[in-house]
Each structure stands twice: as C-alpha cells, then as structure tokens.
C-alpha cells in the first residue's frame, strides 16, 4: 500500500505541477501580448502623427506658393479657398508635431522642439529640412527599422538640389548624381 500511496502522491504532485506551468505560461504569454499590442498602437500612433506632419508640410507649402503665385485680379474665393487650405494644413501640423513628440522617443521630440524653436518649418531654410530628415530617421529607429539609412539621403529624397545641405553636414555622404 506504501508504494501506491506514494505512486498516487506523486502523482497528485505532477498533475498539479503541469496545472501550475500552464496556468505560468498563460500569464506570461498574456503580458507579453499585452506590451506587444500597446507598442504596437504606439508606433502605429507615431507613424501617424509623423504622416499628418509631412502632409501638413506639403500642403502648407503648396497652398503659400499657390497664394503668391496669384495674380492680383484673382477671384476672392480662390483665395480665401487657399488661405483656408493653409490654416488647416497648419493645424495639422500643430496637432501632428505634438502626437510626434509625446510618441516618438527623446530625439524625435528634441528635434521638433528644435525646428519650433527657429521658428518653425520652412521648406528653404536647409537646418530645418536637414532636422526633419533627422526627425525621419529617427522615427524609423524607433520603429525598429535600423537599416543604414543617411540622413543626407532623406535630406535630398525631401528636396532634391532645390535646397543646398547644411554647410556642418559633410557632403562626401551624398548621393552621387548619375554623371559622378
């Protein structure tokens, strides 16, 4: 009788080991999924905001350079259309550099806060085309994508030979043109 009482003790103690794994393994696997959804909403909200802005860049560019290429005798609703097309896109972008700073890391909100700083974005002005590429790369990082991207690549992806580089970034790291 010993030897099956200790067979259904043993027995008893295995059940109840396997019970317990399962039931440890099931809590862990729920937390893990658990981060996993919060960063994957959080990367899916900074890719957001990230997107709102550079639409909001476009369109606030497209629709000043629209306004300034109207001629003086242009109907008043063009216009205010454009205007009005110039206010949301800088909403967006209010809105946008400030989803980008709470859910991208302490770089991305560094260089937002940097690009505000002077001002705000302008298309023209090489610092701030330069901090936004970095403000791309950046975003990629934290997004897990670590490729070697430069961000003189994305600089000129942005704007082409339109705008010069920033003379503190080296120029030996650009794209060579099709005749180099």
């Known amino acids: ?3 099956l009482d200790i067979l259904k003790n043993v027995s008893i103690i295995g059940a109840c080991l396997s019970v317990i794994s399962a039931i440890t393994v099931a809590v862990i696997t729920t937390r893990a999924n658990r981060k996993l959804e919060e960063r994957k909403r959080i990367a899916q ?8 802005g550079w639409k909001a860049i476009i369109e606030a560019g497209t629709s000043e350079n629209l306004l ?5 005798n242009a109907p008043g609703d063009r216009r205010e259309e454009l205007a009005s097309r110039h206010r949301t896109a800088t909403s967006l972008w209010t809105s946008a550099k400030v989803r980008m700073s709470l859910y991208g890391g302490k770089d991305v909100s560094r260089l937002v806060a940097k690009i505000e700083a002077a001002g705000g974005f302008d298309s023209n002005d090489p610092d701030k085309v330069y901090d936004l590429a970095c403000i791309f790369l950046q975003v990629r990082k934290d997004l897990g994508l670590n490729e070697e991207i430069d ?3 994305i600089f000129q992806a942005l704007v082409g030979n339109r705008v010069r580089l920033p003379s503190h970034v080296q120029v030996s790291r650009a794209i060579p043109t099709a005749d180099q």
């Open 151 to 153: 961000p003189v690549h």
């Open 45 to 52: 909200l900074a890719t957001d905001a990230f997107l709102d």
């Open 68 to 72: 300034a290429q109207l001629p003086p």
């Open 1 to 3: 009788m010993q030897i």
